[in-house]
């Protein structure tokens, strides 16, 4: 069936967003994190996965979205980012979509010129849009500062205005 | 993750069928290992051309490189081996002579076979082509058998006798019979003729440094522009009996039709010295009479490299070996999970007074129950539900009893696997120790490559350089000495080209003209040292301040004002080189970072001393196994962090009124001496923490737990909330999964699974002068 995609979908503030099913390795309660110092603030800190220390990032601090406290909602979605494995929190996971390729939208224009290249597309759903991120460009170490950069409130607002 | 995924994706992505693979993982180690052997075989006949047991091993190695290159299907390769082996062939014969340049020669073969190596070790199967090299090394030959026949008959390739094939003269010297010390004369003459010409061969050999009872003649082959009279005047020394001189006197215009000039050789390999010293000069400038080679009565010729005892040995993969050392990583944290659940139990179990308690219990309700039956027997004693009661009670106190006895049983069970666990810690220890010793290579083959790194870049320099070479049989993990290589490289190129002065300079300054450099290694404690040493000129601090202020570091008056040692920290400085001129070998600019860097990911740290005139030391130092690194634990907020027991000075325990505040630098008072103060909290940035509130839990107490760190010569002194104590840890890098993180050297998992993150002394000690640098310009 290549005429559809899996997704994992999963909650940010009031935006549903999804990775595409097989870069994601596994979704687990929050674990302990050790917090680490010298490195921006979307990074939580690390945890043990297993006899595998990774890195966990913060999704609403990377967006730049207000601060929430982890409540039994919040799940972090381990990743596999090229060779490394990393996780991120998020508000909560919501399904395994499939989404078939005419639902899905190359990003506008305006949203692709800011430099956006960790979101593949959107995908309308009955009557919601799910954003589909593009976990390389988005979770990769060196890529990080830039995503925070471009997702500064300037362009979420212009995404729901 | 699991671990099959990691070592998955560490296996290269090979063009190469599963199996063609697995060959040619052997054949690639094989031959390097040959060539290894071939370069130590050359440079050993470099001193004698003639001595036969290098010459049949070159042959012999080259022989079984051609074989597995041709199996393998690699043409050119096996090819070119056969025509190198042809040469070791004629040179055994004698009807070829290896002299210095056709030594540099075949020396520039071996690079090209290390290079198709190196490419084969990334899949690529180009062989290159090594027929300019072939060209090279008939032209030489040609001119080389021009030059013995006399112009005449260049065309005739006639195997002309090998007395005069080199051009040069043959000497044969007779000493009179029974004559006391002959060997001692013999190599007497050859330093003496050493310093007029390049003696290319001898028989038997002297420079072997072998003792003869009884040397009643000698021969060699000299190849100098002198007259044959002057030669004989020259090998004439007390005791000799008969000189019996044969081929011709070669005239300057021939001798400088070789490119390379015929370049006296000081001829004898001082046995102490790994490398012989090379001296350079143009034949009309005769070397200095001093730099004939030390003394004659040396001992034994290195043993070093005779080859190893034939002990039985297997080859493996190093990805397999990192397999393993994983697994027994993670072993040893699964064991101390056991540990520390047998830790927590214990109590529970060993308080006797739990089950006593519980059996106490039951004693008293049973009594309680009894009374109640008597007090209460008279009227319900028919009572049908009363009896049903009674019984009730009575089967719950006996299941109460069993159960008692259930938790007696446990306790005993507990004792076997708390027994249990001990020992499994025992054997995994165990097992983890024999892994690290599988991995553990001895550092001999990584130094005795200088051997051949000083050969040339001494003639490339024109200086004169011995090697000497220590503690080869100290071992390191394999990685560390795959990773050390470029980093040493780095530093004795320095040496040679920064730090040893021209054979001149040396001996206006009173030293010898041949300059020394030594390598070493050495266990110390936990750790292994390094040390690159020369004996030249040290680092010029003039220089250096120079180049600070050109580049903008620091103002003239700082520059002026640093000590010696502050300005030569500027070094390691990214890009910073005093170089006057860029040469082909050093002073790019690049490398002294790099080579920090390169240390630093091997956990290890690199110091440098130097003072005018004596010479210049880089001490490099490593942690003798990269798994498992002995720590000091503490505790700032709810984490744990640990660092390495080597960088510990001391823990001091300090009243929070002893912390003295003088113009902004914290510090603290240690028996008089002021060291530097920061916190856990003062010394990072922490951008995740918001709350202030939560302070340290240390500023609420009345003294301080200080761990006082030192490294690279500078001390600090570290404020933390707590001291959990000593840990063995298993680290791993945080860059697997993210980035390196300044401040920070790694992370381990700990027996509860907590991950624990490893401070990089270091870096802390430079992070903690960039806060108090900014701190005191706002």
Same mark, same amino acid.
Request: net charge negative; hydrophobic share 40%.
């Given at each position: 069936?290549?005429?559809?995609?899996?997704?994992?979908?999963?909650?940010?503030?009031?935006?549903?967003?999804?990775?595409?099913?097989?870069?994601?390795?596994?979704?687990?309660?929050?674990?302990?994190?050790?917090?680490?110092?010298?490195?921006?603030?979307?990074?939580?800190?690390?945890?043990?996965?297993?006899?595998?220390?990774?890195?966990?990032?913060?999704?609403?601090?990377?967006?730049?979205?207000?601060?929430?406290?982890?409540?039994?909602?919040?799940?972090?979605?381990?990743?596999?980012?090229?060779?490394?494995?990393?996780?991120?929190?998020?508000?909560?996971?919501?399904?395994?979509?499939?989404?078939?390729?005419?639902?899905?939208?190359?990003?506008?224009?305006?949203?692709?010129?800011?430099?956006?290249?960790?979101?593949?597309?959107?995908?309308?759903?009955?009557?919601?849009?799910?954003?589909?991120?593009?976990?390389?460009?988005?979770?990769?170490?060196?890529?990080?500062?830039?995503?925070?950069?471009?997702?500064?409130?300037?362009?979420?607002?212009?995404?729901?205005? | 993750?699991?671990?099959?995924?990691?070592?998955?994706?560490?296996?290269?992505?090979?063009?190469?069928?599963?199996?063609?693979?697995?060959?040619?993982?052997?054949?690639?180690?094989?031959?390097?290992?040959?060539?290894?052997?071939?370069?130590?075989?050359?440079?050993?006949?470099?001193?004698?051309?003639?001595?036969?047991?290098?010459?049949?091993?070159?042959?012999?190695?080259?022989?079984?490189?051609?074989?597995?290159?041709?199996?393998?299907?690699?043409?050119?390769?096996?090819?070119?081996?056969?025509?190198?082996?042809?040469?070791?062939?004629?040179?055994?014969?004698?009807?070829?002579?290896?002299?210095?340049?056709?030594?540099?020669?075949?020396?520039?073969?071996?690079?090209?076979?290390?290079?198709?190596?190196?490419?084969?070790?990334?899949?690529?199967?180009?062989?290159?082509?090594?027929?300019?090299?072939?060209?090279?090394?008939?032209?030489?030959?040609?001119?080389?058998?021009?030059?013995?026949? &006399? *112009?005449?008959?260049?065309?005739? #390739?006639?195997? /002309? %006798? +090998?007395?005069?094939? @080199?051009?040069?003269?043959? !000497?044969?010297?007779?000493?009179?019979?029974?004559?006391?010390?002959?060997?001692?004369?013999?190599?007497?003459?050859?330093?003496?003729?050493?310093?007029?010409?390049?003696?290319?061969?001898?028989?038997?050999?002297?420079?072997?440094?072998?003792?003869?009872?009884?040397?009643?003649?000698?021969?060699?082959?000299?190849?100098?522009?002198?007259?044959?009279?002057?030669?004989?005047?020259?090998?004439?020394?007390?005791?000799?009996?008969?000189?019996?001189?044969?081929?011709?006197?070669?005239?300057?215009?021939?001798?400088?039709?070789?490119?390379?000039?015929?370049?006296?050789?000081?001829?004898?390999?001082?046995?102490?010295?790994?490398? &012989? *010293?090379?001296?350079?000069?143009? #034949?009309?400038? /005769? %070397? +200095?009479?001093?730099? @004939?080679?030390?003394?004659? !009565?040396?001992?034994?010729?290195?043993?070093?490299?005779?080859?190893?005892?034939?002990?039985?040995?297997?080859?493996?993969?190093?990805?397999?070996?990192?397999?393993?050392?994983?697994?027994?990583?993670?072993?040893?944290?699964?064991?101390?999970?056991?540990?520390?659940?047998?830790?927590?139990?214990?109590?529970?179990?060993?308080?006797?007074?739990?089950?006593?308690?519980?059996?106490?219990?039951?004693?008293?309700?049973?009594?309680?129950?009894?009374?109640?039956?008597?007090?209460?027997?008279?009227?319900?004693?028919?009572?049908?539900?009363?009896?049903?009661?009674?019984?009730?009670?009575?089967?719950?106190?006996?299941?109460?009893?069993?159960?008692?006895?259930?938790?007696?049983?446990?306790?005993?069970?507990?004792?076997?696997? @708390?027994?249990?666990?001990?020992?499994?810690?025992?054997?995994?220890?165990?097992?983890?120790?024999?892994?690290?010793?599988?991995?553990?290579?001895?550092?001999?083959?990584?130094?005795?490559?200088?051997?051949?790194?000083?050969?040339?870049?001494?003639?490339?320099?024109?200086?004169?350089?011995?090697?000497?070479?220590?503690?080869?049989?100290?071992?390191?993990?394999?990685?560390?000495?795959?990773?050390?290589?470029?980093?040493?490289?780095?530093?004795?190129?320095?040496?040679?080209?920064?730090?040893?002065?021209?054979?001149?300079?040396?001996?206006?300054?009173?030293?010898?003209?041949?300059?020394?450099?030594?390598?070493?290694?050495?266990?110390?404690?936990?750790?292994?040292?390094?040390?690159?040493?020369?004996?030249?000129?040290?680092?010029?601090?003039?220089?250096?301040?120079?180049?600070?202020?050109?580049?903008?570091?620091?103002?003239?008056?700082?520059?002026?004002?640093?000590?010696?040692?502050?300005?030569?920290?500027?070094?390691?400085?990214?890009?910073?080189?005093?170089?006057?001129?860029?040469?082909?070998?050093?002073?790019?600019?690049?490398?002294?970072?790099?080579?920090?860097?390169?240390?630093?990911?091997?956990?290890?740290?690199?110091?440098?001393?130097?003072?005018?005139?004596?010479?210049?030391?880089?001490?490099?130092?490593?942690?003798?196994?990269?798994?498992?690194?002995?720590?000091?634990?503490?505790?700032?907020?709810?984490?744990?962090?640990?660092?390495?027991?080597?960088?510990?000075?001391?823990?001091?325990?300090?009243?929070?009124?002893?912390?003295?505040?003088?113009?902004?630098?914290?510090?603290?008072?240690?028996?008089?001496?002021?060291?530097?103060?920061?916190?856990?909290?003062?010394?990072?940035?922490?951008?995740?923490?918001?709350?202030?509130?939560?302070?340290?839990?240390?500023?609420?107490?009345?003294?301080?737990?200080?761990?006082?760190?030192?490294?690279?010569?500078?001390?600090?002194?570290?404020?933390?909330?707590?001291?959990?104590?000593?840990?063995?840890?298993?680290?791993?890098?945080?860059?697997?999964?993210?980035?390196?993180?300044?401040?920070?050297?790694?992370?381990?998992?700990?027996?509860?699974?907590?991950?624990?993150?490893?401070?990089?002394?270091?870096?802390?000690?430079?992070?903690?002068?960039?806060?108090?640098?900014?701190?005191?310009?706002?």
């Amino acid at each position: 069936m290549k005429s559809s995609m899996q997704f994992v979908g999963f909650r940010l503030a009031d935006q549903e967003y999804a990775f595409r099913i097989e870069q994601i390795q596994e979704i687990l309660i929050p674990d302990r994190v050790t917090q680490m110092p010298q490195v921006a603030d979307y990074i939580e800190g690390v945890s043990n996965l297993r006899g595998t220390i990774i890195p966990i990032i913060n999704l609403r601090r990377l967006f730049d979205l207000e601060p929430k406290e982890k409540d039994e909602e919040t799940r972090t979605i381990v990743a596999n980012v090229g060779s490394r494995v990393i996780g991120c929190t998020v508000d909560g996971v919501t399904q395994v979509i499939r989404i078939s390729l005419e639902q899905i939208q190359p990003a506008p224009e305006i949203v692709r010129s800011e430099g956006t290249a960790y979101i593949a597309g959107f995908a309308r759903l009955d009557s919601r849009v799910v954003v589909l991120l593009e976990i390389e460009e988005l979770l990769h170490p060196s890529k990080m500062e830039h995503v925070r950069r471009v997702a500064a409130p300037r362009v979420s607002i212009d995404l729901t205005a | 993750m699991t671990n099959d995924t990691t070592s998955s994706t560490s296996e290269p992505d090979s063009p190469l069928s599963d199996e063609m693979a697995q060959y040619l993982q052997v054949y690639i180690d094989e031959s390097e290992e040959e060539l290894d052997g071939l370069v130590e075989a050359i440079l050993k006949l470099e001193g004698n051309p003639l001595e036969d047991e290098s010459l049949h091993k070159a042959f012999r190695l080259l022989h079984s490189l051609k074989g597995s290159s041709g199996m393998l299907g690699f043409e050119f390769v096996g090819n070119f081996a056969h025509e190198l082996e042809d040469r070791f062939e004629r040179y055994r014969s004698g009807e070829l002579f290896l002299d210095r340049e056709t030594t540099t020669l075949v020396l520039k073969c071996v690079d090209y076979f290390r290079m198709f190596l190196g490419r084969l070790r990334v899949a690529d199967l180009n062989q290159g082509d090594p027929a300019n090299l072939l060209h090279e090394l008939k032209e030489v030959e040609h001119r080389r058998s021009l030059l013995a026949q &006399a *112009p005449a008959a260049p065309n005739t #390739p006639i195997v /002309p %006798p +090998p007395i005069t094939i @080199s051009g040069g003269l043959k !000497l044969v010297v007779r000493f009179r019979p029974g004559l006391q010390l002959a060997d001692l004369k013999a190599r007497l003459i050859v330093s003496r003729l050493s310093s007029i010409g390049e003696i290319i061969a001898c028989d038997p050999p002297i420079d072997d440094a072998q003792s003869f009872d009884e040397l009643s003649l000698f021969s060699l082959t000299l190849v100098t522009d002198r007259k044959i009279e002057e030669v004989r005047k020259i090998a004439n020394v007390d005791g000799v009996e008969s000189i019996e001189i044969r081929g011709h006197e070669v005239s300057a215009q021939q001798l400088a039709a070789i490119p390379s000039p015929a370049e006296p050789v000081a001829p004898q390999q001082s046995p102490t010295q790994i490398a &012989a *010293p090379v001296n350079v000069g143009s #034949p009309a400038i /005769p %070397p +200095p009479p001093d730099v @004939s080679p030390p003394g004659p !009565l040396q001992a034994n010729p290195e043993t070093s490299d005779a080859t190893p005892q034939a002990s039985e040995t297997l080859r493996v993969d190093i990805g397999r070996l990192d397999r393993l050392m994983n697994l027994t990583g993670e072993l040893i944290v699964a064991n101390a999970r056991f540990s520390q659940i047998a830790t927590e139990l214990s109590p529970l179990f060993r308080q006797s007074a739990v089950f006593k308690k519980s059996r106490e219990l039951t004693d008293r309700l049973r009594e309680r129950f009894e009374n109640l039956r008597q007090s209460l027997s008279q009227p319900l004693q028919t009572d049908d539900a009363w009896a049903q009661v009674s019984q009730g009670l009575e089967e719950d106190l006996e299941a109460l009893d069993r159960q008692s006895e259930l938790w007696a049983e446990g306790y005993r069970h507990f004792a076997g696997i @708390s027994e249990a666990v001990d020992q499994l810690t025992r054997v995994s220890k165990n097992l983890q120790r024999g892994v690290l010793n599988t991995r553990m290579v001895p550092v001999g083959p990584l130094f005795n490559r200088f051997k051949r790194v000083i050969r040339d870049l001494s003639t490339e320099r024109r200086k004169q350089i011995q090697l000497i070479i220590r503690g080869e049989k100290t071992e390191l993990d394999k990685r560390m000495i795959d990773a050390l290589g470029d980093p040493l490289l780095h530093l004795v190129r320095n040496s040679i080209d920064h730090g040893l002065e021209r054979p001149e300079q040396r001996q206006t300054a009173g030293k010898p003209a041949v300059g020394t450099i030594i390598l070493e290694a050495a266990h110390r404690g936990n750790s292994v040292w390094i040390t690159v040493r020369d004996d030249g000129a040290g680092i010029n601090t003039d220089k250096i301040r120079a180049r600070i202020v050109k580049r903008g570091l620091a103002s003239p008056a700082v520059a002026k004002e640093m000590t010696d040692a502050q300005a030569i920290g500027h070094i390691w400085h990214p890009g910073f080189s005093t170089a006057e001129t860029v040469t082909e070998i050093s002073g790019r600019g690049v490398g002294m970072d790099i080579v920090r860097n390169a240390i630093s990911d091997l956990s290890g740290t690199i110091e440098v001393a130097s003072s005018p005139s004596v010479g210049t030391t880089f001490t490099i130092r490593l942690p003798s196994t990269l798994a498992i690194i002995h720590c000091l634990m503490m505790r700032y907020r709810n984490d744990f962090f640990s660092i390495p027991l080597d960088d510990v000075r001391e823990i001091v325990s300090i009243p929070r009124v002893q912390i003295h505040s003088v113009h902004r630098h914290v510090t603290i008072d240690v028996r008089g001496e002021l060291i530097p103060l920061v916190s856990m909290k003062g010394v990072f940035k922490w951008a995740t923490i918001a709350d202030s509130s939560e302070s340290s839990v240390a500023s609420a107490s009345r003294t301080v737990n200080i761990v006082v760190i030192h490294s690279r010569g500078k001390t600090l002194g570290l404020a933390v909330d707590s001291l959990v104590g000593r840990a063995d840890l298993v680290v791993k890098t945080l860059a697997e999964n993210f980035q390196p993180v300044r401040g920070l050297s790694g992370a381990s998992i700990l027996g509860d699974g907590a991950v624990c993150l490893m401070l990089d002394s270091a870096a802390l000690i430079e992070l903690a002068a960039d806060r108090t640098a900014s701190a005191t310009f706002q």
